[in-house]
């Protein structure tokens, strides 16, 4: 894990405790897990005098799990595959989005639509019509899986009955079926 990250966690987990340096450095050790425990119970006696040196060893300790944001130009790599469903390939897109880091919703909005087959109708429709940003982006896949569920469902919906009848007409239950 992030070593800034789980500081930062901790803290909050222990923010009514956060001005007790001696508890904050004595609990710290419950929120590790085994490797940064080992480590942590290799430390000399002694050698940490305040919860801020103990967080600064830590990070020191553990600046190779340091998080980096990935490059703005994976989101161009991203295509969906043959049998990938669109759920699937939106999510793919917005966890790839989230390890970049702010300030791309344009690029973002923008490479996902490339990623899509060309003669997709969601393809055309960002087309003439780009988002502006992702909360677009997504209302509009949103607005897309809506339109393709409505129509998977009327080519599965039950037999005419069911449905409303345009005409007045309501066909009568059978009374040979059980139920």
């Given at each position: 894990?992030?070593?800034?990250?789980?500081?930062?966690?901790?803290?909050?987990?222990?923010?009514?405790?956060?001005?007790?340096?001696?508890?904050?450095?004595?609990?710290?050790?419950?929120?590790?897990?085994?490797?940064?425990?080992?480590?942590?119970?290799?430390?000399?006696?002694?050698?940490?005098?305040?919860?801020?040196?103990?967080?600064?060893?830590f990070?020191?300790?553990?600046?190779?799990?340091?998080?980096?944001?990935?490059?703005?130009?994976?989101?161009?790599?991203?295509?969906?595959?043959?049998?990938?469903?669109?759920?699937?390939?939106?999510?793919?897109?917005?966890?790839?989005?989230?390890?970049?880091?702010?300030?791309?919703?344009?690029?973002?909005a923008?490479?996902?639509?490339?990623?899509?087959?060309?003669?997709?109708?969601?393809?055309?429709?960002l087309?003439?019509?780009?988002?502006?940003?992702?909360?677009?982006?997504?209302?509009?896949?949103?607005?897309?899986?809506?339109?393709?569920?409505?129509?998977?469902?009327?080519?599965?919906?039950?037999?005419?009955?069911?449905r409303?009848?345009?005409?007045?007409?309501?066909?009568?239950?059978?009374?040979?079926?059980?139920?």
């Amino acid at each position: 894990m992030d070593p800034v990250e789980h500081v930062s966690h901790y803290i909050h987990m222990m923010s009514l405790h956060s001005h007790n340096d001696v508890l904050m450095c004595k609990v710290f050790p419950s929120s590790l897990g085994l490797t940064a425990l080992r480590w942590f119970n290799g430390l000399r006696k002694g050698s940490i005098h305040t919860f801020t040196e103990l967080i600064q060893e830590f990070g020191v300790r553990f600046v190779t799990c340091s998080w980096e944001p990935q490059p703005v130009d994976d989101l161009l790599l991203i295509k969906i595959r043959i049998g990938e469903t669109l759920h699937s390939y939106a999510s793919q897109c917005w966890e790839l989005y989230n390890e970049i880091g702010g300030g791309n919703e344009k690029i973002a909005a923008s490479t996902f639509r490339i990623g899509l087959p060309e003669d997709s109708e969601l393809w055309e429709s960002l087309t003439k019509k780009p988002p502006e940003d992702m909360r677009q982006l997504m209302r509009h896949i949103e607005d897309y899986k809506c339109l393709g569920d409505d129509r998977l469902h009327s080519k599965c919906k039950a037999p005419l009955i069911n449905r409303p009848q345009q005409n007045g007409f309501q066909p009568r239950p059978r009374k040979d079926l059980k139920i």
